[in-house]
């Protein structure tokens, strides 16, 4: 009591051992499974989607959103704690776990087919969240990390990521050129191929550039694409090796279902957000208003703060726990993992979205990011202000 | 002359060119460019430029 003073409490970090949630949502697949052999109903192998696409966007409408920063004080120190290292790392081995169970069940589990697709589409929403995992790691500048989540992008065949992301969708990010910034008018399902491709396309030509100045060949083993996908190719080999033919069409389609759900987070995050182009002719820098952002809690929570995409984009290197929250940046009206469900119905979408571009942008919409074929109908409809 | 290259973009700055639309002059030495800088291409810190043994 001898130290007791009238200074202010220290703070403490309220979400500190919630972000340990993070590792355990990645065993939701097999948690589904235990609670079917415990019940017998089928319905729990659908565990994981039903978590995902219904039960967290009630969280976040019940439990709101949480606008607090840490102190400027405590962010170095924040930012330094290994613990918050460890979740993220922790989370690799849950992943893996329901990857290799997930497939094992589906080959050998004697399922019937409502209950393989239950565990099809669980396996592949781990896989899919993963990629964030891959994401908060390839961001960090050690060696350890960066292998770390080449790892965790194995199973959803995503490798290429762990370049495209950081060197072609932060440099090119809300300009038409960037794959993965979606468009004023464009569906999900047009989004789709055009991010898979352009992203693939861009991460190779990424490393062809550097390896050539290297002087070395694009299929050179230094090269990263190729480095992450034999991660891939020497797992799935692995996995039918040992559980049979039945293995890979399982590995392939969850795979792909959980690149997917990458992909339409991409899609919500910069949708119709453009840079202005300078008098040279190159992009503003990006800023806070170049994201759509959320501070819904539950959502936050298990993508690791992802949803603060606006600090995320200024500061790239900045860790999951110091992610800030910022006045006046896009915001949805609910988090990432409601919104994903809204852009799975285009039209439903386009009614809640489009007019909040349109306000953001002041009514200017030639300022907007728009798609191609609609640019002209769009900017007679607004108008294109000062035009 | 020396070459700074971003680790998470892998933009380079280079002392020799400076970034004049930025107000940083050609010739300005990496210790004098402010800690306040940040890459232009994706926003990391200064701190996560790492020196570049080229030409």
Known sequence: MTTATLSAPAWTDKKRYLWLLGIVVMGLPLYGYGLYLWTGLSLFFWTTPVIVYTLIPLFDRLIGEDESNPPDGVMAALAQEKYYRYVVYAAIPAQYLSFIGGTYLAVRGDLVWYQWLGLLVSVGMTSGLAINVGHELGHQTSKLERWLAKIALAPVMYGHFYVEHNRGHHVRVATPEDPATSRFGESFYEFLPRCVYGSIKSAWEIEKQRLEKQGKSVWSIENDNLQAWAITVALFAAMTAWLGWWALPFMIVQGAYGGSLLEVVNYLEHYGLRRQKKADGSYERCQPHHSWNSNHTATNIFLYHLQRHSDHHANPTRSFQTLRNFEGVPRLPNGYAGMIVVAYIPWLWFRVMDPKVVQHFGGDMSKANIKPSIRDRILAKYGSATA | ?55
């Open chain 2, 1 to 55: 002359m020396k070459k700074w290259r971003c680790l998470v973009c892998d933009f380079v700055y280079d002392e020799a060119k400076g970034v004049p639309e930025e107000g940083i002059a050609p010739g300005t030495r990496w210790e004098d460019v402010p800690d306040s800088w940040t890459c232009p291409d994706c926003g990391a810190a200064k701190s996560d430029f790492v020196m570049e043994e080229i030409d």
